[in-house]
T-cell receptor, first 115, second 113 residues
Framework: AQSVTQLGSHVSVSEGALVLLRCNYS??????LFWYVQYPNQGLQLLLK??????LVKGINGFEAEFKKSETSFHLTKPSAHMSDAAEYFC?????????????FGTGTRLKVLA | DTAVSQTPKYLVTQMGNDKSIKCEQN?????MYWYKQDSKKFLKIMFS???????INETVPNRFSPKSPDKAHLNLHINSLELGDSAVYFC????????????FGPGTRLTVT
């Protein structure tokens, strides 16, 4: 079974600093990978996804992630943090076949942005 | 227009009661899910339906019974509520084929007292 590990349940950065949220996965087949963001009292919203093709994936709000097969990683970055980026971030991997896909979520990383 | 909606948003009830949560999506998706998010934000899949057929049924107590009357709706009925059922329940939908992203509802915060 596939799994996702997010290193660091809490990450703090200063406004304007680089954001780096780590995600490692285990998968026996080429994975489909996702990053979601959850703002307080809201549902999850897709930031970006990797399916096939280009390994550097750009998402919304200036975020991007790079799929590194050799490192089984899919870390999320943003060059300059903004106060509005403070939220919970989830990495996810999918497994299954058409119509039966199951999404496995990491335990989440809470990002705090300091003024 | 809300893509995935859930009702109610908040639900406070006593132990032993039976309650239902409803979910509707207007995205034309054919696959819907129920997730439970605990107080530590851990997100755990409970059920998945594809074209009204139950596809995924994780280790969930029999007190939880999902129903999908059509592709756009997925409801969750919970019998004999327990304190441990307190959580935020999210509905999500996607389309089958290549695993596309899921669209999540706003969540239903269930508090059992």
């Amino acid at each position: 079974a596939q799994s996702v590990t997010q290193l660091g349940s809490h990450v703090s950065v200063s406004e304007g600093a680089l954001v780096l949220l780590r995600c490692n996965y285990s998968s026996s087949v080429p994975p489909y990978l996702f990053w979601y963001v959850q703002y307080p009292n809201q549902g999850l919203q897709l930031l970006l996804k990797y399916t096939t093709g280009a390994t550097l994936v750009k998402g919304i709000n200036g975020f991007e992630a790079e799929f590194k097969k050799s490192e089984t990683s899919f870390h999320l970055t943003k060059p300059s943090a903004h106060m509005s980026d403070a939220a919970e971030y989830f990495c996810a991997v999918s497994e299954g076949t058409s119509g039966t896909y199951k999404y496995i979520f990491g335990t989440g990383t809470r990002l705090k942005v300091l003024a | 227009d809300t893509a995935v909606s859930q009702t109610p948003k908040y639900l406070v009830t006593q132990m032993g009661n039976d309650k239902s949560i409803k979910c509707e999506q207007n995205l034309g998706h054919d696959t819907m899910y129920w997730y439970k998010q605990d107080s530590k934000k851990f997100l755990k899949i409970m059920f998945s339906y594809n074209n009204k057929e139950l596809i995924i049924n994780e280790t969930v107590p029999n007190r939880f019974s999902p129903k999908s009357p059509d592709k756009a709706h997925l409801n969750l009925h919970i019998n004999s509520l327990e304190l441990g059922d307190s959580a935020v329940y999210f509905c999500a939908s996607t389309t089958s084929g290549v695993p596309y992203e899921q669209y999540f509802g706003p969540g239903t915060r269930l508090t059992v007292t």
